[in-house]
């Protein structure tokens, strides 16, 4: 019984590489914000223990009527800043 002839593939090719598009380099106002964010964060949860140590309620500052709310706004400022890291470049 005859056998019927393969068909023959094309090798393969690579993609062409890309030219057009290059990486972005981050704005020179992200760094700044980036640290500051951070630098803030921690600002505001140490002012924060500093103060409660000092008094025997709960602690003024930051903001006086925040309380316990002072580290999740310090907390939530250093996380934000830590997540620009991921976008750095």
Excluded: D, Q
Excluded at 16 to 38: D, I, Q, S, Y
Excluded at 50 to 79: D, H, K, Q, R
């Amino acid at each position: 019984m005859p056998e019927s002839k393969g068909r023959a593939k094309p090798t393969h090719t690579p993609p062409p590489p890309r030219r057009g598009k290059m990486t972005m380099a981050n704005p020179p106002w992200f760094v700044p914000v980036m640290l500051g964010l951070m630098l803030l964060g921690l600002l505001c949860v140490v002012i924060f223990y500093v103060t409660a140590a000092a008094s025997s309620t709960a602690a003024a500052y930051p903001v006086p009527g925040f309380n316990y709310w002072n580290l999740a706004i310090g907390f939530g400022l250093m996380v934000s800043g830590f997540l620009m890291t991921t976008r750095w470049r």
